[in-house]
């Protein structure tokens, strides 16, 4: 079932088309990654759908429901959302930070519900970050700020979970933990969308692909259909280095 879904949308920067008639569809329990050279409209895609850009043309839906016709309440409960940027503003502790995905569901002032603590706990326990859940945000790695950035994602307990580069700042180890992260987040029933620059991650852990190029979708699909040679070539320009099954392992330049 698509649980966000983008129907011939187009958006602008200005004067200047950032999404050309894109049509999408991003699956409950599957983790979707979107892929692309700089610029192509990866993150442009996820302003969209948080509608913080609207669309000039065509129609974006969450859970079957227009994304204009949701309160603020209503868009924060349904889309978590991992921004790109790691960069921690204010110094209080990792455990605030993300306590703060809980915001949805309280009150204003209101103290957090045992419902909400036992979310952050779990939340900072999947992503490895209970060593350091009592330290001062600005204190720590840009590496560990990501993980901890995740588990506020993940505290959201959102049907759709947008994450924007995530894996920028992990080091490999927490690259494929992030990736396990979201396959089990998936496995949840949510909606994982994640952009990503490393598509071998993408061709290994990921459900489907979609291939973004100046705005438009180029491929979408499974991750040996839509990375296939032809696209990687056009798209990239870049030649597969696959293993005798046919999976992605690098890439060279042509």
Known sequence: MSALSFESVSANYSQRAALRD???NFAAGAVTAVVGPNG???TTLFRVALGILSASAGAVQALGKPIADLSREAMARTIAYLPQS???HWPVTARRIVSLGRLPYRKTLAPMSRDDEAAVENALSRCEANEFAERSIDE????ERARVL????LATGAPILLADEPAAHLDPAHQLLLMRLLKEEAARGTAVAVTLHDLTLASRYCDEIVVMQAGRVAA?????S????ATLADVFGVAAVRMENGALVAWRPL
């Open 226 to 229: 839509a990375l296939s040679d």
């Open 22 to 24: 894109v049509t999408a």
């Open 150 to 153: 995740l588990a506020r994602a």
């Open 220 to 224: 979408h699909g499974t991750p040996s």
């Open 40 to 42: 192509a409209g990866k």
């Open 140 to 143: 720590l790695s840009a590496g």
């Open 86 to 88: 790691a960069d921690a």
